[in-house]
């Protein structure tokens, strides 16, 4: 099941996907169980329980996309499983995602050709699912990408809940028709308010009874989201000719929703999880301490290794900031003037490693 959001841009809504992702909290299990009902934990082995794909791409530029993968998984998966195993684990997932073609190309960054959003975006996902999670929350992950990119990486995530019958939660904004074709179920979020909650295929008839159908030719999801975003049309359509202000609308379909069969099943099947109760879902073991300090060490020579920036440029300004203060300070003797000169010395030497570590700190 891939349950996905939909609600207008508002400050902090990331957080909300923050808050979903976290499954031990008690605001998971005692505020959200509408979501909890969505989800097959004990039917689906895996190593990890959730997984939490960020909307920004965090990567290493100078690692290709095995290496970033390959090391991920290193650090992820368990000491009971053999290097070989783990990396055949990193190439069927890399395959799973479609990058097999770029295996061997450089992430890449600014000022470095590499590789292109929507294949970061794959790669991005390709590391959290290593673990095989039973639930995946994505944030945003078609921003900042064409309807192209982001209908074949929402292709690619489909499959994979199919193939694994893992659960998919999906904040997304403004979605293609394509896209929101490929979603089972659809949440509507309005200020603070649940206008819809139910199968996406069930959205147009259920705004459709409420007075506000959707023309002909036009993308849903877009629909949807112009009839609940009051930030900018303070009056919309309804029916044949009407006018009400978007905020008396979001309230109708909220009430509506409530009391719609779609609502009172939903409340239902939460109150019967409530009876139910629950247990705390126990995370599975990763690589041990040593391990994972091993592989960050071999990761952060290789990256120090292929940054020019970072280790060898700043190597050639150390040797000739040696040679200038060992020409300027060379045979100073030892007579009262020199203990000066040599205390200055100290204080250009710590200064200027002071300011190498802030510029690292903004490069950063």
């Not at 996905?4 to 909300?16: A, N, T, V």
Request: hydrophobic letters at 40%.
């Amino acid at each position: 099941m891939r349950p996905c959001h939909l609600f207008p841009h508002q400050p902090g809504q990331p957080m909300e996907v923050k808050h979903l992702s976290n499954p031990f909290t008690s605001f998971w299990w005692n505020q959200c169980p509408s979501f909890v009902s969505h989800m097959i934990l004990s039917d689906v082995q895996g190593f990890c329980t959730e997984a939490y794909v960020t909307q920004d791409d965090i990567l290493m530029t100078t690692l290709t996309v095995r290496e970033a993968v390959y090391y991920s998984a290193l650090l992820q998966l368990p000491d009971s499983m053999s290097r070989s195993e783990k990396r055949e684990r990193a190439d069927t997932t890399i395959k799973e995602m479609g990058l097999q073609d770029a295996m061997n190309t450089r992430i890449g960054g600014w000022g470095n050709k590499g590789l292109s959003g929507g294949q970061k975006r794959r790669v991005g996902i390709c590391i959290e699912i290593l673990m095989r999670p039973k639930l995946l929350f994505l944030d945003e992950p078609t921003s900042g990408l064409d309807s192209a990119a982001s209908y074949h990486i929402m292709k690619r995530i489909v499959g994979l809940a199919k193939q694994d019958g893992r659960t998919v939660v999906v904040a997304i904004h403004q979605p293609s028709s394509e896209v929101f074709e490929l979603f089972h179920n659809l949440c509507l979020l309005s200020y603070g308010k649940t206008v819809y909650f139910g199968p996406a295929s069930a959205a147009e008839e259920f705004f459709s009874l409420n007075g506000f159908p959707c023309p002909t030719m036009r993308n849903p999801s877009d629909h949807y989201l112009r009839t609940i975003n009051k930030d900018f049309d303070p009056d919309i359509e309804q029916g044949y000719g009407k006018s009400i202000s978007t905020e008396e609308a979001i309230n109708s379909l909220a009430n509506s929703y409530k009391s719609s069969q779609i609502g009172q099943q939903l409340g239902a099947q939460i109150a019967e999880i409530h009876k139910k109760g629950g247990g705390v879902l126990e995370k599975g073991s990763q690589a041990s301490f040593t391990t994972q300090s091993m592989v960050l060490t071999r990761r952060s020579l290789v990256n120090m290794n292929r940054d020019l920036g970072y280790y060898w440029l700043r190597l050639a300004i150390i040797i000739a900031l040696c040679l200038c203060l060992g020409t300027i300070f060379y045979d100073i003797g030892h007579s009262y003037g020199s203990i000066q000169a040599r205390g200055s010395m100290l204080m250009f030497v710590a200064a200027f490693l002071a300011f190498m570590s802030i510029g690292d700190s903004l490069r950063s």
